[in-house]
């Protein structure tokens, strides 16, 4: 058994006074059993992502012969996926998906209204010349209608001219994007810093960490950076130090993402490659292994990982390439939104997740993991079941994620 792998600390070191403050601790209870999303055949969302992603790598690579792609939908339930193309999609797209096809799998592709670039060029035109009050999130729609819009009445009178409700908002965004613009009041995403156990190397994702700033976060995956050990957590958790649950020193920041809102830590020791799968009370430590880093789509099933709230599986991608800024004024580009699958608002998230994993992919009911983003901030508010979270806090039916690809392309970041 790892030292010290899961204990629950009852008194939590705050770093800048050197100094145990008592926490407020919900008391202990039986481990929930949590099942991952039960599919006709397990790999399914693994074969749909073999078939969809080498058509993402292509439009990736810059080639003008793929301008006209919008998105990609996955429907692993029901073994399909929908890619989404701006006029005649060219061969190529064919030739791609029939090359990695898998029997008993499909995947259409539809014509759309606009291409991604045509929607990436419409959010830049709105978010120049809207106030950043006036919105709260931005995205392209997957298939090419529109872009996506969230917001608060309150602060997007201004922008109406008058009451700010969706239809209003929808006819003058639309007017300033030159484009249709898909309107929905929500809040602002709220940066998740809050609480869990303690953890020593080597170090696994869904562990609890603090800082000068946070006193609680959650940690992602492990990996490097050039030649120096890192692990992940949200930017936002904070600078200089951090600890573990029982104050035991894991290693000082060493890089941030810019727009991101990911950090890494050098680490005091070695990264395990693994994380937490159990509920927050757990106190055997269940792990699994990751095995890599994958691509994010609308559709996709995932599982998430907080030190806070603990294992939640049978959460759906509901919007990727998202920017958005949230409350404490980080802004955060791209991130992908997910909620429960079904959208019975159920609460998948707390404060004190900050920092943690989000996996899809499982290799059978209980295989490894493959690496999907850092989780950073949470939206719409909902009460936390009884037992549920490792301390009293707030909960959330949506959580956002910056993705791996820009972890990894723009941070440098090699999983372990």
């Known amino acids: 058994m790892r030292r010290s792998r899961l204990a629950l600390s009852l008194a939590l070191t705050v770093v800048v006074a050197s100094a145990l403050v008592a926490a407020d601790v919900v008391q202990d209870e039986s481990i ?39 998105g990609t939908v996955i429907d692993a339930s029901n073994q399909h996926a929908d890619i989404y193309w701006k006029g005649e999609a060219p061969a190529e797209v064919r030739s791609l998906l029939d090359a990695h096809a898998s029997p008993g799998y499909t995947v259409d592709v539809h014509p759309s209204p606009y291409s991604r670039a045509q929607m990436r060029a419409a959010i830049d035109k709105f978010t120049a010349a809207v106030e950043r009050e006036a919105w709260t999130s931005i995205g392209p729609q997957e298939d090419g209608s529109a872009i996506a819009i969230t917001y608060s009445p309150t602060k997007a009178t201004r922008l109406t001219g008058g009451t700010a409700t969706e239809q209003a908002y929808s006819r003058r965004a639309a007017e300033i994007a030159g484009m249709p613009v898909t309107a929905t009041v929500e809040g602002t995403p709220v940066a998740l810093s809050g609480s869990r156990h303690s953890d020593s190397a080597p170090y696994y994702a869904g562990a609890e960490v603090s800082s000068s700033k946070a006193e609680f976060c959650s940690t992602a995956f492990s990996g490097w950076k050039d030649r120096t050990k890192v692990l992940l957590t949200a930017a936002h958790c904070g600078g200089g130090r951090y600890y573990n649950g029982t104050g035991g020193y894991i290693g000082d ?98 404060k004190g997740d900050s920092g943690g994993p989000a996996l899809a992919n499982p290799s059978g009911p209980n295989g490894d993991m493959e690496a999907r983003g850092v989780i950073v ?26 993705p791996m690809t820009p972890v990894v392309k723009q941070m440098g970041f090699s999983i372990s």
């Open 253 to 350: 920041l060493y890089a941030t993402g810019a727009g991101l809102d990911v950090g890494m830590i050098a680490i005091n020791g070695n990264g395990g490659g693994r994380f937490y799968d159990g509920a927050w009370s757990d106190k055997g430590g269940s792990s699994r292994h990751t095995y890599g880093a994958g691509r994010n789509n609308v559709g996709d099933l995932i599982c998430l990982s907080g030190a806070q709230s603990g294992w939640k599986c049978d959460v759906e991608i509901k919007r990727v390439d998202v920017e958005t800024t949230n409350n404490e004024g980080t802004k955060i580009k791209p991130v992908d939104v997910a909620e429960s699958k079904g959208g019975d608002r159920r609460a998948i998230g707390a």
């Open 32 to 70: 929930r059993s949590v099942s991952l999303p039960v599919l006709r055949d397990p790999q399914a969302q693994q074969k749909l992502h073999l078939m969809t992603d080498p058509v993402q790598d292509w439009v990736e690579s810059g080639d003008p012969a793929a301008a006209g792609y919008a």
């Open 377 to 402: 901030a949470g939206r719409t508010e909902v009460a936390c079941p009884a037992g549920s979270t490792a301390h009293s806090t707030t909960c959330y039916s949506q959580v956002l994620y910056v």
